[in-house]
């Protein structure tokens, strides 16, 4: 069982940077495949990226491929994603999710642990 919070979502200007960051409960973090998925008002949740449970590979949406990017921390429990040059477009609720290894996948179905989401506000 995993317990996820995420947190640094805000208000930013188009341009600007924010990181989320994400607080894993549980001695066994490690061994999972973490990723986050964002989902805008009236669309469907869609994926941002994923690292692999050692931190070894990560992977991108094509939207936010070199803007965005994804670490973590496995003797803090914690994952982050640092976003630059945000867009307008990036506006969504931003969620980190886990699911065990040896699963890597950036569909959100195979994910059995979500966060409650983080807002992400980026104006024009």
């Known amino acids: 069982q995993v317990q996820l919070v995420e947190s640094g979502g805000g208000l930013v200007q188009a341009g600007g940077s924010l990181r989320l960051s994400c607080a894993a409960s549980?001695?066994?973090?490690?061994?999972?495949?973490m990723g986050w998925f964002r989902q805008a008002p009236g669309k469907e949740r869609e994926f941002v990226s994923y690292?692999?449970?050692?931190?070894?590979?990560?992977y991108y949406a094509d939207s936010v491929k070199v803007r965005f990017t994804i670490s973590r921390d496995n003797a803090k429990n914690t994952m982050s994603l640092q976003m630059n040059s945000l867009k307008p477009e990036d506006t969504a609720v931003y969620y980190c999710?886990?699911?065990?290894?040896?699963?890597?996948?950036?569909?959100?179905?195979?994910?059995?642990?979500w966060g409650q989401g983080t807002q992400v506000t980026v104006s024009s």
């Open positions: 999710a886990a699911v065990a290894r040896p699963v890597v996948s950036p569909r959100a179905g195979d994910y059995d642990y």
């Open positions: 690292i692999t449970w050692s931190g070894g590979n990560t």
């Open positions: 549980g001695r066994t973090f490690s061994r999972y495949t």
